[in-house]
């Protein structure tokens, strides 16, 4: 009767072993879409890029946004090879950290962030294009020169069908 028990034991771990062999492969290839990310190049007050790991700079990782935070991202995060770069963001890649967050598939609500570097408070808001459930999207966007004050900038995106992009800074516009 021992026997037995060990016997059927082993068999049901055998078989439960073997279905998660065949089902988890097939969960893992369940997602539908890689997701967004958003990337943001910190500027000083003189317009000069700096690491967003800098001790003087303050930031809110959550923007009141439980399932999207920001954070500092990897020295190497800024240039993507489908992504057109001026030369001049290229050179920063590698040597500096930015702020990132990213979204479930796509960005279904703008993104705001709010920094504090030298007393001064900039509040910023994204405003996310429109796009399909399930199309994802990459954004590297510019700061303009720090100051005080709240900003928008609307990320359009391509028909083309481009997955990154980059938007300079002179898309800022001052809120009132």
Not at 119 to 131: I, Q, S
Request: one cysteine or more; charged letters at 25%; hydrophobic letters at 40%.
């Amino acid at each position: 009767m021992k026997i037995f028990q060990i016997k059927l034991r082993a068999s049901i771990l055998v078989a439960v072993g073997g279905m998660l062999i065949v089902v988890a492969p097939q969960a893992v290839q369940g997602q539908i879409c890689p997701g967004s990310n958003l990337n943001y190049i910190v500027r000083d007050m003189h317009g000069v890029a700096i690491d967003a790991a800098s001790k003087g700079l303050r930031y809110d990782p959550d923007n009141g946004s439980p399932n999207r935070k920001w954070r500092i991202s990897t020295r190497d995060s800024i240039s993507s090879d489908q992504m057109q770069v001026p030369d001049s963001i290229k050179k920063l890649n590698g040597k500096m950290a930015v702020l990132e967050t990213e979204g479930m598939c796509t960005f279904k609500q703008p993104v705001k962030l709010q920094l504090t570097l030298e007393g001064k408070t900039m509040n910023l808001t994204f405003l996310m294009p429109k796009v399909g459930e399930y199309d994802s999207r990459d954004f590297l966007v510019d700061s303009p020169p720090f100051r005080q004050g709240t900003f928008e900038i609307e990320l359009a995106v391509e028909e083309s069908g481009k997955r990154s992009r980059f938007y300079p800074a002179s898309g800022w516009k001052k809120v009132k």
